[in-house]
Structures are given as structure tokens and as C-alpha cells.
């Protein structure tokens, strides 16, 4: 059975999401980063610097989102994530690369300015900066989306998952989207398989008698 270590509203979801679309079984184990429980001895064991997620499949440990996503997609791909082409997979990653890199950078730096960095290392001056990058990166994204249903192909893919989870992080975080994208984002979040994800997360943080943040 496949064990999805996460936290409900990290980057953990992106691998829930996953597993949902791809209707494969799984278990959520519920990670108290909240408690400290990110540190514990077992935690680290699994993820080097103590984060969410964390896939197990077998004796396959993997930790970052993008890594676990596509493992999944390229493993259990009966509804497929990813491209049949080359091409098609390299677009996907393009944009697995773009979201990652570019457009969810600037939203990190600015949470972590804001409340993820110990006190001492927060330093409120960059906020500024993290909003003027996000725009340059979200102006770069509009040059490319024209209002198409998915950003690669015809069907939903992990490059859509991962936007779609990004742009609703921002939004959370107060930033505005233009109404294309805040349009494309919206029908995303709506697949079934993502609210599965997010109720799936919410159980486990209740299992594990932990209160759900954000
Ligand atoms: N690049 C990593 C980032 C993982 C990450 O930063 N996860 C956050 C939650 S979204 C976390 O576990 N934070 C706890 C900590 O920093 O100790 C990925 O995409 O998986």
C-alpha cells in the first residue's frame, strides 16, 4: 500500500491530487509539521530536511512534489498525466519547471518572510520584491495561456495540477490573477479527484487528532 506523508493545504496536496486522478489506493499519514513532528527522528529518516510529502511505494522513499507526482504519473498512468509523446512529456516538464521555479518562488519567499522562517531570519523588506517577481512570472505565463482549456495538449495534465495548485496558493495569499487565469484555476479546482485529495488530508489531520490550519 502506497503511504502519502503530508500536512492539509501544503504541497502535499499536489500528491494527493495525483493519486487521486490516477485512482490509485493510498493511505494519508498525517505529518504534524505544526507540532514539530516534521524533526522527529522517524520524519527525518524519510525527508532530509523534515518536510511534506513524502511518498513510500515499497521500499521507493521519495521526497519533493514534483518527483513524487511524476513517479506516480509514469507508474500507475492508467489515466494518463502525462503525454504519450516525448515532446508532450518535455512540455509537461517545462511547465513543471516554470511553476516550481519561476511563479512559486516568489509566493514561498514572501510566506517565508511572513511566517515560515524563524523571527530572526525574516526580513519584511523583500515583500515587495517577492510581489513585483510573482507578477513578472504570472505576465510570463499570461504571454503563453491564451484562454485554452489545458496548458498542454487537449486533457488534463500534471503541468495543469501544478499551476492550478500554485495559482490557488496565491490567491490565498491575497494575490490577484487576471480573469483568464483566474478562470482556468477555478475549473482545475473543481475536478472531483482534488476535493477527494482535500478530504482525504483533512481525515488523516483528524486521525491523527491534529487541528487542520490554513
Ligand atoms: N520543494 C519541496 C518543498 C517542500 C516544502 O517546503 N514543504 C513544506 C510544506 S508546503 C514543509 O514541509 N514545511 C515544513 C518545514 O519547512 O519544516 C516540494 O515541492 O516538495
Not at 513524502?54 to 492508467?78: P, T
Not at 511547465?95 to 516568489?106: D, I, N, S
Not at 525574516?122 to 485554452?148: D, H, M, N, S
Not at 486533457?155 to 496565491?170: C, E, G, K, M, Y
Request: glycine fraction near 6%.
Amino acid at each position: 500500500m502506497i503511504t502519502l506523508y503530508g500536512y492539509p493545504h501544503s504541497r502535499s496536496l499536489r500528491a494527493a491530487w495525483t493519486l487521486e486522478e490516477l485512482g490509485v489506493e493510498y493511505r494519508c499519514q498525517h505529518v504534524a509539521l505544526d507540532k514539530g513532528e516534521g524533526r522527529s527522528e522517524a520524519h527525518l529518516a524519510r525527508h532530509p530536511e523534515g518536510k511534506v510529502p513524502v511518498l513510500e511505494d515499497g521500499d521507493l522513499v521519495l521526497f519533493e512534489s514534483v518527483a513524487i507526482c511524476r513517479y506516480l504519473a509514469e507508474r500507475y498512468g492508467n489515466a494518463p498525466l502525462l503525454p504519450d509523446s516525448a515532446e508532450g512529456r518535455a512540455e509537461v516538464d517545462q511547465w513543471l519547471c516554470f511553476v516550481t521555479t519561476e511563479l512559486e518562488q516568489p509566493l514561498w519567499n514572501h510566506a517565508k518572510h511572513t511566517f515560515a522562517l524563524p523571527e530572526e531570519h525574516r526580513v519584511a523588506a523583500v515583500i515587495p520584491t517577492c510581489a513585483w517577481e510573482f507578477a513578472r512570472a504570472l505576465k510570463a505565463l499570461e504571454r503563453r495561456y491564451q484562454g485554452q482549456t489545458y496548458l498542454v495538449g487537449e486533457h488534463f495534465t500534471l503541468a495543469d495540477l501544478f499551476l492550478a495548485h500554485t495559482l490557488s496558493w496565491a490567491k490565498s495569499m491575497k494575490y490577484r490573477l487576471p480573469e483568464t487565469l483566474e478562470h482556468y484555476m477555478t475549473a482545475q479546482l473543481e475536478r472531483p479527484a482534488m476535493a477527494r485529495a482535500v478530504a482525504q488530508e483533512k481525515a488523516a489531520a483528524e486521525k491523527a487528532g491534529s487541528e487542520p490550519t490554513g
